[in-house]
Structure formats: structure tokens, C-alpha cells
């Protein structure tokens, strides 16, 4: 949500108007929001440069973790936290790349195990250094001394989402 729309302004102003709500606390989800989406924005920049979505970018990650070791598209899926269905299109995408190959197990042909290439590997790496790069310049934005209050109420925000919705698990969009 952008801070600077009628939806954040008419959203803060229903939250002066009725009874029971704290407008504190809405403004600072929304500008938590707003924050986030900008953050989120500036990443999805950064990747649109190397051409890879924020799930092949997961994808690379989980099998630069494990590399050399293949992972199968069930774990992959476990660990970027989406279905198998966008899981294939995600590596049908980086097959197509060059950046992971796709090979059936010798003794069991349903079973399929993914693993990098060396362009994966040097995509891969590009994509986390680009990453870890984005995020500490938009981290410089915050005083060393808020550094940990930050940290602390998202946490905290964080901890009333899975109250609020505990059987909902966050996933990253392909």
C-alpha cells in the first residue's frame, strides 16, 4: 500500500471515526506496509535486471545452499514455500535459462532432481550478492541505533499476523 494515496488517507480517517479502533496502530501497519512494498519494489528492480522472478531467485538460492547436491522439485517447492504446479514453471523458466538441469533418477523414473549448471551457479551468486546489496543500502536509510527496535517490532508484527492467522504460511510468489 502506498502511503501517499487516497486508500491510505480514507483508511486512517475511518480509523479516527470509529469506535474501538486505535489509529496508531493502523498508521503504523499501513506505513509498515508501505515500507515493505517500497523494499519489496526496489528488489523486484534489481531482479527484473538479471531477468529472474523473486521465486527463481528462491530457487537459485535453495540450490546454491545445497549445491552440489540436487534437490527435487517437492523439496524445492517445501522450501520456497509454493505449490509444485508454480514450482515447475519456475524451473521450466530457469531450464530454459541454462541455469538448472532437470534429470530423472536411474532407478526410480518418477522421482526428478534438479541441480544447478555453472551459469546457474554464477547466476545464482549474481543474484544474492545483488540481493544482499539492495537490502544493506536500504538498511543504510536506518540509524544503527533503530536497527534493533526495527527488527524488534516486526517481530513483534510478525507474532500478531500468526496469531491473527496461524494456519497461514507466507509464500513467495512465482
Do not use: W
Request: aromatic residues 6%.
Amino acid at each position: 500500500m502506498q502511503r501517499d494515496t487516497l486508500v491510505f488517507h480514507t483508511i486512517l480517517a475511518a480509523a479516527r471515526q470509529r469506535n474501538g479502533l486505535n489509529e496508531a496502530r493502523c498508521r503504523l501497519v499501513l506505513e509498515f506496509l508501505s515500507a515493505a512494498t517500497a523494499a519489496n519494489a526496489s528488489l523486484h528492480r534489481k531482479f527484473a535486471g538479471l531477468e529472474l522472478s523473486e521465486l527463481k531467485f528462491a530457487v537459485l538460492v535453495v540450490l546454491f545452499v545445497v549445491d552440489p547436491a540436487p534437490a527435487t522439485p517437492a523439496d524445492l517447492a517445501t522450501h520456497t514455500g509454493v505449490t509444485r504446479s508454480a514450482m515447475t514453471g519456475a524451473l521450466d523458466g530457469l531450464e530454459s535459462s541454462g541455469f538448472v538441469l532437470r534429470q530423472r533418477d536411474t532407478h526410480d523414473r518418477r522421482v526428478i532432481y534438479v541441480e544447478l549448471t555453472d551459469a546457474g551457479r554464477t547466476a545464482a551468486n549474481a543474484a544474492l550478492t545483488t540481493f544482499l546489496q539492495t537490502a544493506s543500502e536500504l538498511a543504510r536509510f536506518v540509524r544503527p541505533a533503530e536497527q534493533q527496535a526495527l527488527l524488534h517490532a516486526c517481530a513483534q508484527l510478525h507474532e500478531g499476523a500468526v496469531h491473527l492467522a496461524p494456519d497461514f504460511t507466507p509464500a513467495i510468489c512465482p
